[in-house]
């Protein structure tokens, strides 16, 4: 038994449309998944989250609930989706990219890093065993390997060097995570005895349910592609982790300063290289753009920050292009953030009322705007997973850019 189904229904081109099943809710890709950095998607509540938006996966980060509240804080209260109530799949990261973002403030060693806490300045170590025993902690669905991030524009023997110890880590990781696996120490663990009510996805067809026969109960592990703009280290790091065997393969290392054309480039050559019963992870990436041409090269997952970030500072995504409700051209304006947006956002509120609330300082402004671009990020994947399934993508893909006119 293994610990998710995923499965391809369509494709067209490199594009593919696909159900992934995880002990906890059904997600169809390719998917969006929404950040909930400490626990919360900043702005947004769960039961927006579910009643309205249906997002079935979204995001927790390990560094965040690591510093604070501390996973043993999060086991003792039976894991992360016991103290936060989320009940449909959680996808941790492991740590490394935050840490690795954290560049003066660390020492990296082959046994892994320490750090200063941002928080109180305290003397922090993660490592691959560590990253797993959090992870394991917080009981999330999907756990990420311990990976080293260098920089977008990191030299090639850097890079080698990097993307070997990152095979190393996830080696490591792995034997960690089989072994807290074995010990019980996953918090998130389902006895498949369940109930079709207890995904919550009650309105789901029953052939969409899991399979309690093929589904473990158990955590799945992803590895992580790294390799920076370099296609032949892209390539020998995707054999080294293809070696070691996961569940779903990531893409790291990608939107963290480089060029746009050397992203594409890199999803191009090496997305069709990856596993084709898998998915394909696309992580921290990006805008709607972005989107969807990690979805045309063959991705299915991506989780970004950015609908959320956006949001708080004014920043919205429309169907027309990205627009800032700060600027005074939107003082008189009654229209919806987005005409052709059906979230409920765009059915009440004009953009003179949430350009009055920015303005204002007031935080509705920030909860408003980032739940419209939560609906926009989760509409277009279904719009885009239609396109596959009716042999449409690229029609799709050349009429929503043809639209875009960013502010
Ligand atoms: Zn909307």
Not at 16 to 33: C, H, N, Q
Not at 36 to 58: C, M, N, S, Y
Request: proline share 4%.
């Amino acid at each position: 038994m293994r610990p998710i189904d995923w499965r391809i229904i369509a494709t067209d081109g490199e594009t593919r449309a696909g159900i992934l099943k995880t002990r906890r809710s059904v997600v169809e890709t390719p998917v969006f998944m929404p950040v909930g950095t400490q626990g919360t998607v900043k702005g947004v509540r769960f039961e927006w989250l579910e009643d309205e938006l249906d997002a079935r996966i979204i995001l927790g980060n390990t560094y965040h609930l690591f510093l604070r509240p501390g996973h043993e804080v999060i086991r003792e209260l039976g894991g992360l989706h016991r103290f936060s109530t989320w009940n449909r799949a959680l996808l941790t990261d492991s740590g490394g990219f935050q840490v690795f973002s954290l560049t003066d403030l660390r020492k990296l060693t082959e046994e892994g890093v320490e750090f200063r806490s941002h928080i109180d300045g305290s003397r922090r170590f993660l490592s691959p065993e560590v990253s797993m025993d959090i992870q394991a902690a917080l009981g999330s669905e999907i756990v990420m390997v311990f990976d080293d991030c260098p920089p977008g524009d990191a030299g090639f023997e850097k890079t080698l060097k990097s993307l070997e110890m990152t095979a190393r880590w996830a080696r490591r990781s792995k034997d960690k995570f089989n072994e807290l696996q074995r010990d019980g120490a996953d918090s998130g663990h389902v006895n498949l005895g369940f109930g079709i009510d207890d995904f919550g996805l009650e309105e789901n067809p029953k052939s969409e349910i899991p399979d309690p026969t093929r589904i473990s109960g158990k955590q799945a592990l992803f590895g992580i592609v790294q390799g920076a703009g370099h296609l032949e280290l892209r390539r020998h790091s995707l054999e080294l982790t293809q070696e070691i065997g996961f569940d779903g393969y990531a893409i790291g290392g990608l939107s963290v300063g480089e060029e746009k054309s050397v992203m594409y480039e890199v999803l191009e050559y090496l997305a069709p290289r990856m596993p084709h019963d898998a998915p394909r992870y696309l992580m921290g990436v990006g805008t709607p753009e972005d989107l969807i041409e990690g979805v045309r090269r063959g991705v299915d997952m991506f989780d970004c920050v950015m609908p959320t970030r956006n949001g708080r500072t004014g920043g919205a995504f429309t169907s027309r292009g990205k627009i800032n409700i700060r600027n005074a051209r939107y003082a008189l304006d009654p229209d919806p953030l987005d005409e052709d947006c059906p979230c409920s956002v765009c059915r009440r509120y004009s953009r003179a009322y949430l350009r009055h609330l920015y303005q204002s300082g007031e935080m509705l402004a920030a909860t408003l705007i980032s739940h419209h671009n939560l609906a926009f990020y989760l509409n277009l994947m279904k719009r885009i997973r239609t396109a596959i399934v009716d042999g449409e993508f690229e029609a799709f893909r050349t009429g929503f850019l043809a639209q875009l006119d960013n502010e």
